[in-house]
């Protein structure tokens, strides 16, 4: 008797240990760890993922059998599924969403459900076209009726084709009877069979005759008049073959020539030399790069994968949200061609569950990829990067909230091999970590031939607001015509979208606000809305003051849309691309931008911070910066080490060829020393004296944290249970332990929900862990009468 040990779809903390259920003997040894099943849970059919393969069950009573497979191989290997069980504890989430996150969107459990019932019966005739294999015979005699209809409806979607050929042996006896239907009265003998549908036949024969040699998709053959038994009929008759292939989206759009590896300066070869013994040796070092915008980072990740693949073992680059994607990606793909896979969010569904299964086959051996590839079901992992490593998208904001370094870690440590967390400007943890010598710490500290840094120049907006009334200073404005002139290309960065921040009456103060959530509407100048950035909500931009009916309502604050506005009117030859969420939802939008100013189509690049990460265009010469205070603002304890990384990594994109850059950067805070030490791009200063901010405040790296979200739909309630919790905590925990709160959070509200928060700081706290999945367990029970608890292990921000 075999029993299967399964994480149901259920998240409960309880269900973070699996469920048993008896492997019926049709099933007998088909069953293996890291399956999906469908079970019956209750009275109610979910399904779950196989964990292990036991002949005891945990449980004493009557086991219900497995209901049936919904994967005929693993799709969750032996690595991941420990990892899975490390991360549900290391993050305070649920098992089951810890094993859903590392599918790829289009597979996880809900959509899959949704594929089997429309799609069974194919599946079930041809299950290998589902589970890697691209290309299968097909029989369309072996399929019902409902199935053919399923195939056709499966080949119009785009999933699969299915391809005629005419088979080479037919061709006589097919134009015989090509003839004989022509002339009904000679039919005879093997011929006879024609007769039915002839007129589909007819069709079917005179397109093959027409075009010898061509292949013909089924669902052009029907759209061409020939019926699905004609179709049948030329198969039995041999007169055409049939393959059904998975049709392989290929998310590379264009073919991209290949380059051989550089030759490296002696700060890159140290570097190379270094992390290669790693490799060499699968060893489990981290390593801490740290080099400049410009000083060839990448080139170093290259050839260390290069090595990595000489030895047989496969390689996981990570790269920060879609923005780097497109160039990073055409650089990895020029070295390494078709082995390279990548990840991310802008592929579709599925494209990504096909790069997927490249790499679970093992065909890809790179995966290039953004954090949720840290997931990647790569086998023998010879080395894993991290680029931007400070990246703030590397942490997930949602269950489970991971931090793609500590994965990226742990896979490494079973894997053998070394880590490489590259950046111009690490976090902090990083950096104090490679002080200490728990990282190793590589740096690369001059730009790639000398080139110099861009000469950054502060503009205080206080006087300039002053003086008139543009977002663009006077000179910033100089130097846009300048560069202008000189046909050199200009990047302008503001960290906000939409038209406006917000709508105001001018006699009233009037503003209006989301009805779901404690902020303002933004102002969408091209869909006429005012839009909630947090729940979605929209509606119409009024023209007159719901509350005092004056006409005077004005927008405040310059979004991306209106900076491009203003851009056209005072330069109004200039050729202006805008990048932010609004011009990129589109799938291939993004790299559509970024290639039209790659060839110079475009002059000016205005956009959010998606414009200020990675991108290299050597063209462009003036990088402005126009309200570099945005981050400053937060009530955040990392809104200087935020603030200097953006300045830094915008600056980094000017200049980066033989002449010399410049950048503006518009302040309200012209003397904040994140400023100041952005316009040195002084990365060592700035390290010092954020570490004694940080060493005074008792913040990261000298404390770890954890944040305890506490919502229910009536703000008394979150209050008075987070209160409770406060009492708990302080009764379990050490006296060392700092607990700041319950505080309502920056936005209280939001879809109507009321959010509170409780800071923990400490240095060494035994008893926290057992503390917190007390509460998570005590909430689960409805013991805090509907309080939701979210608990976010080292938070990124304390808002
Ligand atoms: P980073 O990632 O540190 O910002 P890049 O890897 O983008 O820097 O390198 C900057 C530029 O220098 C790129 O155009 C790259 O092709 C070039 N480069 C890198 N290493 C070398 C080298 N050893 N010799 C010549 N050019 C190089
Ligand atoms: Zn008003
Ligand atoms: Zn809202």
């Known amino acids: 008797m075999q029993i299967a ?34 079970v019956s849970f209750g009275n109610r059919k979910i399904t779950g993922f196989v964990v292990a393969i036991t002949d005891k069950a945990a449980f004493d009573g009557k086991l219900k059998p497995i209901d049936s497979l919904i994967d005929l191989a693993p799709v969750i290997n032996k690595e991941l599924l420990q990892l899975a069980t490390w991360m549900a504890d290391k993050t305070y989430s649920f098992k089951i969403s810890c094993l859903q996150t590392m599918l790829p969107g289009g597979m996880r459990t809900k959509n899959q459900k949704r594929l089997i019932a429309t799609e069974d019966s194919v599946v079930a005739a041809y299950p290998k076209i589902f589970h890697g294999q691209h290309e299968v015979d097909y029989n ?28 080479k042996h037919a061709r006589p006896i097919m134009m015989k009877a090509y003839q004989a239907m022509l002339k009904p009265d000679q039919i005879s003998g093997e011929l006879a069979g024609v007769r039915k549908n002839a007129n589909g036949q007819i069709r079917l024969l005179d397109i093959l005759r027409q075009h010898p040699g061509e292949t013909f998709l089924q669902s ?36 991209v020539a290949h380059t051989t590896p550089l030759h490296l300066n002696a700060d890159q070869q140290k570097a190379v030399d270094q992390i290669n013994i790693d490799v060499s040796d699968r060893k489990n070092d981290v390593f801490l790069l ?64 096909d790069e997927w299964q490249r790499i ?65 400007t690490p976090s902090l943890e990083s950096r104090a970590r490679a002080m200490k010598g728990v990282y190793r710490f590589l740096t690369l500290p001059e730009r790639i031939n000398h080139h110099a840094l861009p000469h950054v120049s502060i503009v205080d907006m206080k006087t300039e607001m002053a003086q008139h009334q543009s977002i663009l200073s006077n000179q910033l404005a100089n130097a846009i015509s300048d560069r202008l002139e000189k046909h050199e290309q200009i990047i302008l960065l503001l960290n906000r979208r939409g038209y406006s921040s917000f709508l105001m009456c001018r006699d009233c103060g009037y503003v209006p606000k989301c009805p779901n959530c404690d902020i303002s509407l933004t102002v969408h100048k091209d869909t006429h809305t005012l839009d909630c950035h947090y729940c979605g909500h929209k509606e119409p931009i009024p023209s007159v003051c719901p509350q005092c009916h004056s006409k005077r309502i004005r927008f405040y604050g310059v979004g991306s849309q209106q900076l491009e506005e203003q851009v056209r009117n005072q330069f109004p030859t200039a050729r202006v691309l805008r990048m932010d969420v609004d011009t990129t939802r589109r799938k291939g939008s993004h790299e559509a931008i970024i290639d039209k100013f790659g060839a110079h189509k475009a002059d000016i690049l205005l956009g959010t911070q998606m414009i200020a990460k990675g991108l290299d265009f050597p063209e462009v010469t003036l990088v402005g910066v126009l309200n570099a205070d945005s981050a400053l603002q937060f009530p955040d304890f990392r809104s200087s080490e935020r603030t200097f990384q953006l300045l830094t990594q915008v600056s980094g994109r000017s200049g980066r060829a033989d002449k010399v850059g410049g950048v503006i950067i518009q302040t309200f805070n012209p003397d904040h020393y994140a400023i100041q030490l952005a316009k040195t791009q002084d990365y060592e200063r700035f390290y010092a004296t954020e570490m004694r901010v940080r060493h005074d405040g008792k913040y990261p790296p000298y404390y770890f944290t954890v944040k305890l979200t506490g919502n229910s739909p009536s703000e008394n309630q979150t209050a008075s249970e987070m209160f409770g919790i406060l009492t708990f905590l302080k009764d379990n925990l050490s006296k060392q332990a700092i607990i700041l709160g319950p505080t309502p959070k920056a936005i209280t509200r939001i879809n109507n929900q009321y959010y509170y928060q409780i800071i923990i700081k400490y240095r060494k706290e035994p008893n926290l862990k057992k503390t917190l999945d007390q509460i998570l367990v005590d909430s689960q029970k409805k013991q805090r009468h509907g309080l939701q608890i979210a608990i976010d292990n080292e938070p990124l921000d304390f808002m």
């Open 220 to 255: 052009k053959l029907t759209a061409a008049g020939v019926t699905t038994s004609a179709l049948k009929t030329g198969e039995q008759k041999g007169w055409v073959k049939a393959t059904l292939k998975r049709h392989v989206r290929n998310p590379f759009l264009r073919p």
């Open 5 to 38: 040990q399964v994480i149901v779809d259920i998240p409960t903390r309880q269900t973070n240990n699996p469920y048993s259920y008896l492997i019926p003997d049709y099933l007998t040894d088909q069953v293996v760890p890291g399956m999906r099943v469908a």
């Open 290 to 353: 740290e080099g400049v915008t410009g000083s060839g980072k990448t080139e170093v990740y290259l050839q260390s994968i290069a090595h990595a693949l000489e030895t047989g073992r496969t390689a996981l680059m990570l790269v920060p949200e879609i923005t780097l994607t497109p160039q990073i990606v055409g650089r990895i793909r020029s070295r390494f061609g078709d082995q390279v896979a990548m990840l991310h969010s802008a592929l579709s569904n599925g494209e990504r569950y």
């Open 140 to 167: 369309r005699q072996s399929l019902d009726n409902q199935s053919v209809t399923k195939v056709l409806e499966l080949e119009r979607q785009g999933k699969i084709r299915v391809e005629y050929n005419l088979t």
């Open 360 to 424: 679970n086959s093992g065909q890809a051996k790179v995966v290039v990829g953004v954090r949720s590839a840290v997931f990647a079901p790569l086998d023998n992992i010879g080395l894993i990067i991290i680029d931007e490593e400070h990246d703030s998208s590397y942490k997930q904001a949602d269950n489970p909230r991971y931090q793609t370094r500590d994965v990226a870690k742990w896979r490494a440590a079973y894997n053998h091999c070394p880590v490489v967390l590259g950046s111009a």
